[in-house]
């Protein structure tokens, strides 16, 4: 009999004690994200007087973040999921001078007193400083229109790392795939009243040394390379004429597509292993294949006396490498044996991305005047910000 229990209790102590450390051990945290962002430098949108740069003004924006993860003897599996939706940035203002459309802008006869604005090189200025029909005439749009700048960005992280088991050691080594993308919008708009004067004497429509034409026409635009795509397809006609004046809005559009994929190396440590609270420092790094896209839409917009409505875009697709790494902290407080509060700040880098606020310096034309597009990457995204969540293992 006391030889049978004996056998019954060595068989339960082995089961207990002996196959604990094969047993495996699972996590889920889910973490609530707040990031600011900071982009380096854009590009210029207008210059002169009212200069507008096209850089975003990104604040902090809130976003999720989920690992599951499992630890058995010496290895870790983690799989990670963050999404941040929606960073917005909006600006706008009134243009105190006036906005010249062509290669017009430094002329003291039709820009006598103060110092014009001028939009950066694209179909319109192609048009208005080129065109056959328009190179004895200074386009413009009168002083105090109105502008807008705003632009959106959503970014997505997902991840498979690999490594040693964080119970056995304070340290952790990892190694994993990464995807990243970035997907962004922006949108610039000027609304004014358009008009044309005579580069050579500022001669407007009913003086007798005004030249013909007193518009920006239909056939210029299309052999620039827009299109109509509605409306009654007139072109643009100036201030002062029998059918004037025409209300402009000039509207750019710029998307790009950011998908990166590659392999990353990551390490943490704990700096504070206990009962009461565990604080650990945790840092990745990786190099990824980077393919982008993007599209930029340019709109002519009329209204009042014309309803004509113009567009031109260009598309592009690039390949690259891009670059990657993260530094955070962490800390996890312990409410039960299963559940832990999280808290912590992360910084995330990445560089040679394709960010729409700089994709206007793409824009080329050649020799014989077609229009060419080369996505512009090589720009950096800088996120970080703290987290906050709850931990459950069993």
Do not use: C
């Not at 109509?228 to 809005?249: E, I, K, M, S």
């Not at 875009?313 to 407080?333: C, Q, Y």
């Amino acid at each position: 009999m006391y030889r049978r229990v004996w056998h019954i209790a060595a068989l339960a102590i082995l089961a207990v004690y002996g196959t604990t450390p094969a047993q495996a051990q699972f996590r889920f945290n889910v973490e609530a994200v707040f990031m600011d962002r900071n982009d380096g430098d854009g590009g210029t949108l207008i210059e002169g007087q009212d200069s507008i740069s096209s850089t975003p003004a990104y604040d902090f924006q809130t976003g999720y973040r989920f690992t599951l993860g499992g630890s058995f003897q010496q290895f870790d599996v983690e799989v990670i999921g963050m999404q941040i939706d929606d960073w917005d940035s909006r600006s706008s203002g009134t243009l105190v001078s006036e906005l010249v459309l062509d290669d017009t802008a430094d002329n003291p006869i039709v820009v006598p007193v103060i110092p014009a604005n001028q939009l950066g090189f694209n179909a319109l200025v192609k048009v208005a400083a080129n065109s056959a029909d328009e190179t004895s005439e200074s386009e413009r749009l009168q002083s105090v229109g109105t502008w807008f700048v705003d632009g959106t960005s959503r970014f997505r992280d997902y991840q498979v790392n690999i490594g040693t088991n964080p119970k056995q050691y304070p340290w952790q080594l990892s190694v994993g795939y990464r995807q990243l993308r970035l997907d962004e919008t922006q949108g610039f708009g000027v609304t004014g009243t358009f008009d044309a004067l005579d580069s050579d004497d500022a001669a407007v429509f009913g003086d007798l040394a005004n030249d013909a034409n007193d518009s920006l026409s239909h056939g210029a635009l299309i052999d620039a390379g827009f299109s109509l795509r509605q409306g009654a397809g007139d072109g643009y006609d100036a201030f002062d004429t029998d059918v004037g004046p025409d209300q402009l809005q000039l509207y750019y559009a710029n998307s790009t597509k950011n998908t990166l994929n590659g392999a990353q190396v990551s390490g943490s440590y704990s700096l504070h292993p206990g009962d009461m609270a565990d604080i650990s420092i945790f840092s990745r790094a990786g190099i990824y294949h980077n393919q982008m896209r993007a599209e930029l839409g340019e709109y002519l917009i009329g209204s009042g006396n014309d309803d004509s409505m113009y567009e031109a875009t260009i598309r592009g697709d690039k390949h690259g490498v891009a670059f990657s790494s993260s530094l955070g902290l962490k800390l996890a407080i312990p409410v039960t044996d299963y559940i832990s509060l999280t808290g912590g700040y992360e910084a995330i880098y990445v560089a040679n991305l394709a960010l729409a606020s700089n994709q206007n310096d793409g824009i080329e034309y050649g020799p014989l005047g077609n229009r060419r597009y080369s996505v512009q990457n090589g720009d950096k995204l800088i996120m970080h910000g703290a987290t906050l969540g709850m931990l459950l293992t069993w």
